[in-house]
Each structure stands twice: as C-alpha cells, then as structure tokens.
C-alpha cells in the first residue's frame, strides 16, 4: 500500500532536485552572459540582460549592436550619411532611436568595410506600413567620394525581402553575391527616419567546443581561451591560447554546435609581444559533408595586432574552423591566439530560427520560411502574432497578420480575438455577428441581429438598432401591433399614435388619447358647426363692406385735395397778371378804395358760372 505513495514522493522530490538545480545553473551565469549554457555575451548597457538575452532596467543594446537580444554588430556604427547636412546625419547614427528626422526624402548611407550585405534594420518615428514594406533600395559594390545619387553605379537588392517587426521597424533582406558598401534606401516610409543598423553578422564562435593539437604546461593557455569573448590582447590577462614549445604543427579547431553561414573571420594576436609567431598563418572551414569551405593563407611581411578576413560568397554552411601556425621563431612554432570571432548566422533548417535553431516560424504562410536572424516572416506573421521572432501577441483593439487590422468599433467593449477579429463579447445593437462590421440584413435587428422585425411593418422592414419601423396601413404602436378602428379613420392612421387624420364620413375624432375609434355626430354638433359657419360668413361680408368704404372715401379725398392746388395755382397766375398790367395797389390802399381782390373763393365760384353759362 505504502509503496506506491513512496515512489511518487520520491518522483516529486526528485522533480524539484532537478528543477531547482537547472534554475540555479542557468541562473549562475557571470554578470554579462546569458543562456542556457551561458554561452552568448550580454550586449545591453550597464551588461543589464536577463536570462534570455532581453535588455532590462530600461537598458537598450550597446552602440555598435542591434538586433534580437542585441547580438548582431553593426556596420553602419562608424558609417557616413552622405545625403545629410552634417548637422543632420547624428540623428540617424548616434543610437537614439528617439532623434528623428521630419521630411526625409532618401538616405544614402556608408560604411568601410567591403561586406556582403545580408539584412539592414530601418527605425523611424512614424509610417504606413504599406509604405515601410515598400521602400526601394539600391546597392553600391565599392566605395566612392562621390556624393551625389546621379551616375552611381548602384545595384538591385536581390530578392528583396522585407518583414514587418513592428509599426516603427522593418528589416530589409537582400541575396548579395558580392560585397557592399553603400545603400541608397528612398521612399516615403523613411520620411520620419530615426535609425539605421547594417547586420554584420553575430559571432557564433563564442564559447564553442575548443581543441589545439597542444598546450604549454607551463602557461595552462587552453584552447578555450580563444573563444572566452576577451578582445584584450594581453596574455596576462588569461585570455590567449599558447601551444606546446615543442608541437611542430600546432592547430587549433573550433566545432560549432549548428552549422554557420560564416562572412568574416576576425583573429586577434597578441599585442604585448611575440606577434611574428602568427604571421603566414593560414585556416580552413569544412561543412557538415567535410567538404573544404574556406581556405586562407597570410601573406603579409609584417604581423599585425588583428585579422580581418571577408568571405563575401561562402559556398555552403560550416561546421569546424582550424587554424595553423607555420612561421618559426626564435627556433620554435607557436600558436598562439588571443580571440577568435567568426560573424555570420546559423544555417537553420526550414521552419527554424534562433541562435541554437531552436525557435519554430510562425508566419502567416506554411510555405514562408522565416528569417534566421530575427524570425520575422516576409509575407507577415501567423495572424494574431507581430515582432521579432512574430512571438508577440497582438495588443489590445488589433488583429490578424502583423497584427495591422483593427477590431470593429461596433464590437461590445471594441475587443476582439487577435487571430479572426471574432468580437469576443458578441456586437453593438444592430450589426451582425462574427467581426460586426456589417449591419442586419433587412427583416432583423437588436443584438447580433437575432430579433426578426414587426410583422406589421411596412415592407418587412425596420430599424437595424430598435426595431421600430413604418407600419402598415390599418397599424400603429411601437410595434404596429395596435389595429385602427373600422368607423374610425378613413383608411390610415398615425403609426405611433393611432390619431386619424381624417375620419370616415359622419364621424368626429375621439378626445381619447389612442383614438381607437371616431363618435357619430348629433344633432347639436350639426347646429354648432351650422353657427360656425355663418358666423365666419358675416364676419367676411362685414370685413368687405369696411373695405369698399374705405376705398370711396379715400378717392374722394384726393380729387378735393387736387382742386385747391388748382385754385392757388389760378390766384397766383391773376395776381402776376394784374400788376403787369400797371394796377399795383398795397393791400391796404384796396381796401381803402373799396376795391376787393379776387381771393381763391371767389375764382373758383367764377369758373363754376363760367363753366354752367357756356
């Protein structure tokens, strides 16, 4: 009995002994390291990375790195905006993703090494995604100092790809079979541009598996020394490997954990003495077939403090890097290596990503393989998912690939499943189910349009939102489910009211509020109506008998008002007339002598005799 609850103790036990001892190993690694294996190198400010490689405590990646957990160095870092006044160009290359510029036409940007361009990062503050996804962008082989677009001799981005991250970032792919060092990016997506990163590859030398054909005894200079991610030069500071005295063909292999697209190899000798020890150096890289990759030999006369070697087609994807000493001196051949970087990108199988391909895509199409570097997708993440890797869920309000469509605004609480655009909590009064863009077919409304309309509306028909339509003849009420009354209204009544605008021949309205009915007139009603009548009738004949009097005495007046201008004009004619004629006499001077002069009276009375004697 006891036994089976015994073993499943110990199995639990066990579990979390195991548990417990995987966190605190990975969580053991030196400050500056991160990984499961604490293989790769924090390159976030102040060394701030959590246990995937994230930034944390607001740290961003160091000046001179970029990319998924900032491990990709950047060409660009110490580059030259040529198309800029040099007032401008900081903005764009001074890692701050914050300083941006406002009316960027195009932006030609160069750097000094000649590089096989694999990927470039753009950053800006703001842009259309079509117009981000859609910039053009050229390519210039070799350097030249001049600064102007016209006569380049610029090169297509061979199977340009381009892959959405976020709606400030996009990161452009091309297939370049020969180094590059100038790009010409325009369009109007980069009108607000802010930062542009230029992938020189990541080093997946880094804390790889390790051999040298020997090891000093004295110097316990390991092989691991060469990939411990020191760039010191200082063989004091236990960074640099050191080969047996007596090893006459001394190597050093390094085995990576996947296979590797290598673009350059970057040596570091030592600087504190004995560098002729690795002139005519030479290594070769084999696949995982052991077929022979690279092959390079030195054939400088002097030895140099570092190494740069670009491979600008690499043939195939490699799996061991060895490299040899020949040069004897001081009568012994020595390796000795203070670090070794290789920069490129694993060479992940088809539906993987990662730094250990570990990471499964997740585009919007099977068929789309996604980038290595970042995950992102060139047809767009699986819908629901945008960012680097397309891990990140969509936010709130937004949907589908890349997460670019936006949720109904007639979705209750305007949320939505961030795969389908479905309106989770169902839709607005009115608009039909799933995504709620549309409104009910005709015959329906309310919630999901699932409530069919009155059966008494006109022409079947309501309101998408309340339900409430036009009745039909003979119907009213919120619902038209009310009938008018047969001796009620002539026909049709009010929808709403059921008032009659007109009622049937020998019936009146109703005083009641629903009219539902009319009432047969009486008696009274009729005498009423009668007095009614002649009352207006009067009241018009008065108004017209007023009217016709006013007008007669107005005509007389003005014909009397006519005649006296008349006769004062005559008065003034005989007055004018008289004293012509030499007959001045003073007013006083007439009354005197008896003599009356003519006053308006007396014409007028004159004209009329006049006018009856003739």
């Known amino acids: 009995m006891m036994a089976p609850v015994l073993r499943a103790w110990i199995y639990l036990l066990l579990s979390f002994l195991t548990l417990h001892t995987f966190s605190l190993s990975v969580s053991s690694c030196d400050v500056g390291w991160f990984g499961e294996r604490c293989q790769y190198k924090c390159h976030c400010t102040n060394s701030s990375c959590d246990l995937q490689g994230e930034c944390t405590n607001g740290s961003k990646c160091e000046r001179g790195w970029f990319g998924p957990e900032c491990q990709y160095q950047d060409l660009a870092v110490n580059g030259r905006i040529l198309t800029l006044p040099l007032q401008e160009r900081d903005k764009v290359l001074d890692g701050d993703e914050d300083t941006c510029h406002d009316n960027l036409q195009q932006m030609i940007l160069t750097w000094s090494i000649n590089y096989p361009l694999t990927w470039f990062r753009i950053k800006v503050l703001e842009s259309d995604p079509d117009q981000l996804l859609n910039l053009t962008v050229l390519l210039k082989p070799h350097k030249t100092h001049d600064t102007t677009v016209i006569n380049h001799p610029y090169i297509n981005c061979s199977r340009k790809r381009t892959s959405f991250v976020n709606n400030r970032t996009v990161d452009v792919y091309c297939d370049v079979r020969e180094g590059v060092q100038e790009i010409l990016v325009y369009g109007a997506g980069i ?83 004995c560098q002729r020890r690795l002139m005519y150096f030479s290594f070769e890289t084999r696949s995982a077939k052991n077929d022979s990759v690279h092959v390079y030999r030195d054939a400088a006369d002097a030895p140099q403090n570092s190494y740069t070697i ?41 539906g993987k990503y990662g730094l250990e391909c570990n990471e499964t895509c997740n585009c919007a199409i099977k068929d789309d393989e996604c980038f290595v570097s970042t995950g992102t997708c060139a ?73 069919a309309c009155p059966a008494n509306c006109a022409n079947g028909t309501c309101d998408h939102v309340t339900g409430s339509c036009v009745c039909k003849a003979g119907f009213h009420g919120a619902s038209c489910s009310q009938a008018y009354s047969e001796c009620c209204c ?20 109703s005083q009641i509020p629903t009219c539902i009915r009319c009432e047969q007139t009486t008696q009274d009603t009729v005498i009423r109506d009668l007095f009614i009548a002649l009352f207006i009738i009067s009241l018009a004949v008065i108004v017209i008998l007023v009217m016709i009097l006013w007008r007669r005495f107005k005509q007389n007046w003005n014909v009397k008002r006519a005649n006296q201008k008349v006769d004062a004009k005559q008065l003034k004619v005989y007055l004018t007339v008289r004293h012509q004629s030499g007959f001045p006499q003073k007013p006083s001077q007439s009354a005197n002598n008896g003599v009356n002069q003519p006053t308006t009276e007396s014409i007028s009375q004159q004209r009329s005799q006049s006018a009856n004697n003739g």
Not at 208 to 230: H, I, L, M, Y
Not at 316 to 340: I, R, S
Not at 393 to 410: M, Q
Request: charged share 15%; proline share 5%.
């Open 490 to 509: 002539n026909g049709t009544c009010n929808h709403v009211t059921g008032q009659c605008p007109l009622c049937v021949k020998g019936h009146e309205e």
């Open 191 to 273: 009108k607000t541009l802010c930062a542009v990163y230029v992938s020189g590859g990541r080093n997946v030398a880094l804390k790889q598996t390790a051999w040298q054909s020997s090891t000093s005894a004295s110097e316990n200079a390991v092989a691991s020394r060469a990939v411990d991610g020191k760039w010191l030069g200082q063989f004091q500071d236990n960074s640099c490997t050191h080969t047996d005295i007596n090893d006459k063909t001394p190597v050093l292999k390094l085995t990576l954990s996947q296979p590797a697209n290598i673009n350059r190899f970057e040596i570091l000798n030592r600087n504190d003495c």
């Open 379 to 451: 047809l767009g993440c699986a819908a629901g998912y945008y960012g680097d890797g397309c891990k990140q869920a969509c936010p709130p309000h937004f949907w589908g690939v890349n997460c670019l469509s936006r949720c109904s605004e007639r979705c209750s609480g305007s949320t939505c499943d961030s795969v389908t655009g479905r309106c989770v909590s169902g839709c607005q009064l009115g608009y039909k189910a799933p995504d709620c863009t549309e409104v009910c077919n005709p015959g329906n409304y309310g919630a999901n349009c699932t409530l």
């Open 310 to 350: 670009v491979s600008i087609d690499p043939k195939e994807p490699v799996t061991t890097f060895t490299v040899a000493a020949h040069n004897e001196w001081q009568g012994y051949v020595v390796l000795t290596l203070c670090e070794v970087e290789l920069y490129g990108d694993s060479a992940c199988p088809p």
